[in-house]
């Protein structure tokens, strides 16, 4: 797992869980569910085939720039 940190967009965590589903197709583990220190983050499992990890990064990167 890890944890991902989405705090420099700027969103709350229901429009970031929102943004995450919506636009970019990834179901994350919603950080607040682990504390009010996980506010602004998301966490995600690497337990899976490298071309899902490496579209999946690439889909953040690409939503991030």
Not at 24 to 33: A, K, M, N
Request: aromatic share 10%; with cysteine.
């Amino acid at each position: 797992m890890a944890w991902l940190d989405f705090r420099g967009l700027g969103l709350d965590n229901d429009t970031l869980d929102r943004f995450t589903k919506e636009q970019l197709g990834l179901e994350l583990g919603q950080g607040p569910l682990f504390g009010e220190c996980g506010s602004g983050f998301q966490r995600m499992n690497f337990a899976c085939p490298r071309s899902m990890l490496a579209g999946a990064l690439s889909r953040i990167a690409e939503a991030a720039a």
